[in-house]
T-cell receptor, first 116, second 110 residues
Framework: DAGVIQSPRHEVTEMGQEVTLRCKPISGHNSLFWYRQTMMRGLELLIYFNNNVPIDDSGMPEDRFSAKMPNASFSTLKIQPSEPRDSAVYFC??????????????FGAGTRLSVL | DAKTTQPPSMDCAEGRAANLPCNHSTISGNEYVYWYRQIHSQGPQYIIHGLKNNETNEMASLIITEDRKSSTLILPHATLRDTAVYYC???????????FGKGTRLHILP
């Protein structure tokens, strides 16, 4: 398997523009996670899905952020409108899920977002 | 909030064993200890996990104290490629979420 695939790897945009980050989880994994990493706040969980259903979005910073998982092999994280403080590295991760006692998350390479 | 406490940074000479400590004094009976690491600009990578017993795999060993309030990750022969931030995480058996703390930044010295 190719692992968790994120695109684009780098995104530079101007304040006010819409940004869409994409993630393809490992085939057969039932849970998908979106994280944001900054120097100030470290690695933060934004939202996660089980079987394509959002379970916990308490980490989503505000209404400008939205995430969808239309099927088991694809998820998007959208920021609209984007602001300079959204500049960060965004990671997607997936895990087998289904309530296992031990579960391991596999992370993508991340998308580095710069909002000017 | 993260349920673990780790030193912010450590140094280790190349070729020596790197011993990374972690305190998790409030761990409960069904919670596992996981270790991940993040090499610069990459996504975090799973290393090892344990419940009560010591564990070893091809990457590292995990030593958990008998009272389970602390643990140590051991990299037996550290190389420059082991330079990374190492995260110790406590996670319940049915919890999906991982809460990352600040981790330990390990510097391997040539």
């Amino acid at each position: 398997d190719a692992g968790v695939i994120q695109s684009p790897r780098h995104e530079v945009t101007e304040m006010g523009q819409e940004v869409t980050l994409r993630c393809k989880p490992i085939s057969g994994h039932n849970s998908l996670f979106w994280y944001r990493q900054t120097m100030m706040r470290g690695l933060e969980l934004l939202i996660y899905f089980n079987n394509n259903v959002p379970i916990d979005d308490s980490g989503m910073p505000e209404d400008r952020f939205s995430a969808k998982m239309p099927n088991a092999s694809f998820s998007t994280l959208k920021i609209q409108p984007s602001e300079p403080r959204d500049s960060a590295v965004y990671f997607c991760a997936s895990q087998p899920g289904n309530g296992r006692a031990v579960d391991i998350q596999y992370f993508g390479a991340g998308t580095r977002l710069s909002v000017l | 909030d993260a349920k673990t406490t780790q030193p912010p940074s450590m140094d280790c000479a190349e070729g020596r064993a790197a011993n990374l400590p972690c305190n998790h004094s409030t761990i409960s009976g069904n919670e596992y200890v996981y270790w991940y690491r993040q090499i610069h600009s990459q996504g975090p990578q799973y290393i090892i996990h344990g419940l009560k017993n010591n564990e070893t795999n091809e990457m590292a060993s995990l030593i958990i104290t008998e009272d389970r309030k602390s643990s140590t990750l051991i990299l037996p022969h550290a190389t420059l490629r082991d330079t990374a931030v190492y995260y110790c995480i406590v996670r319940g058996g049915r919890d999906d979420k991982i809460i990352f703390g600040k981790g330990t930044r390990l510097h391997i010295l040539p």
